[in-house]
């Protein structure tokens, strides 16, 4: 073709305008309607072709919106067949470089229009990516190739054809699935992640390999989004019944683009049962070290000066949420998961393995260092141990906030990129709030309400030689308390837990609740008295239970540990609330 060559009596070709693997697009004069348009040929003509884009194209007139580029029809002799579509002088975002959030977040909310707009007309793009975008030099903004599979080529991979340009494709579209509005809501979120960062957020390279990492959600972190990143968060939810409609994204986007922000999205919240583990086999963490401070970057409104209060009415599950997290997998919040200054999320992965997010208070802290002047959240440099990965949040009042991503079994994750994503929402939440969420109130009869360092005396301690005269050493809130001896150490700790993962070690009766005795059951060198008390029900109908657990430790023989453990945990049942 050359040139003032004229297609189907009415389009005379001016010059090639762009061109790629699946066709070259000319711009030409439409002769009829006295307008210049966009002739897109592919290299293939067959009737099957030219049969899929003469149907396709007739869905994509639907659409009507000014952030797509219009579809005129299909016109050719025989089997040669040219798309026509509204002419639109711009470049692809795929060449802008990187771009500012407020910039990107413009771009966004006029793709997302646009995709609302399909979405209504049950037309799904299934490509969504940067080089399906057109922007010009005032800003303006349109999606091309809406509906036009036939155009585009699959992206081949060794399990087989995947729909879509592999680095922007949505975790169900990855697994194999059809493409639905939800997977479109995805592609823009890593379309627009490419746009502010520089590159999609599960990599590029070999498609397979990419495909991997968009399955299992090893993606990256959002490093110079700004106040786009909770739109991104948004929108990049592995659960596609969480993510934003189009139309939600718009309303997220236009509030960026206009330089105001955006809390973290909520979701579609799933309450699916939940198996938890007995507290005694719960891996303790050990203490992080804390590093470098520094300062957090917060709403525009001022760093957050978040404290704790109250120690026993702060609600560590406040700070946690599941649809944060379900990026990297289906994940579930476990409210009654250990202690009671404790919150966790569990994330299933491949198979039957799991990531475990732990959400922790610990009491002010002497120690601590904070930044200069008034007294600010500040965030603590990751630590690993291991493949686990921590990150410790100060308050204004020097309490801490321990996020720890961890799995019992060896899974193929960034465990410190899980921590971040789990802290940035943290910071979100202590943003809007000068002290930490209260939780709901305590039965009265919950360990909740009782000083762990008071059900063991001094006179009870005086019946055991080695502990005699030793004085207690409350932890968090009073829900825990040591007292250490050369002989070793005896604690008193609450926890929580489903009632059959705690029913282990030799069962016994004391003061008419039931005990089990368990070496080991702390941790190594420990027996473990487990004294049930409350039993209750979470929201879901699952079964739970308090429990006052009596640890001893040290280097006697394990008979003898669990001798003393049993000799205390007497007059620990003994005064526990009556039920």
Known sequence: ????????????????????????????????????????????????????????????????????????????????????????????????????????????????????????????????????????????????????????????????????????????????????????VFSLGATLFAAVEGQPPFGTGDPDAVLSRIRSGRGEIATRAGALKPVLDALLRRDLTARPTAAQAKGMLDKVASGQTVPAWPGARKQPQVLLVAAAAVAVVAVLVLALVRPWESEPSGPARTVLGDPRTANPCSVADAQVLGRFGEATLAANYGGFNRCDVLIAVAGDDEIDVEFQFDAPRSDVPTTSGTPEVVRHTPERDGDDCGIVLTLADRATLEITASADTDIDTDFCQVAAVAADHAQSVMSQHEEIPRRPKADPRSLANVDACGLITAADLATEPAYAGVSPAPGFARWRCRWQSPAGDVQVIFDKTDPDSAQEGTRTAIAGRQVYVVPDGYGDFTCAARIFHLRYQDDNGDAYVELALVVVEGGASMTELCRVASTFATPVAERLPKL
């Not at 009415?10 to 010059?15: C, G």
Request: with cysteine; hydrophobic share 45%.
């Open 1 to 184: 073709m050359r040139s003032d060559d004229v297609i189907a009596d009415r389009y005379r070709l001016v010059k090639v305008v762009g061109s790629g693997g699946m066709g070259i697009v000319w711009l030409a004069d439409d002769l009829r309607e006295h307008r210049q348009v966009a002739l897109k040929r592919p290299h293939t003509a067959t009737p099957g072709v030219r049969a899929d884009l003469e149907r396709e194209a007739d869905i994509a007139k639907k659409i009507e919106h000014p952030g797509a580029v219009k579809m005129f029809g299909v016109v050719g002799d025989g089997d040669d067949c040219w798309l026509v579509m509204e002419y639109f002088p711009a470049t692809t975002l795929a060449g802008k470089g990187i771009l500012p959030p407020r910039e990107v977040a413009a771009i966004g909310a006029q793709v997302a229009g646009a995709l609302a707009a399909a979405h209504d007309a049950e037309v799904v793009h299934r490509d969504v990516a940067p080089g399906n975008i057109l922007v010009n030099g005032k800003g303006v903004a349109k999606v091309t190739d809406f509906g036009i599979s036939a155009w585009r080529a699959a992206t081949i991979t060794s399990s087989g054809k995947v729909t879509g340009t592999a680095a922007y494709v949505s975790p169900e579209v990855a697994n194999g699935g059809g493409a639905k509005a939800a997977s479109d």
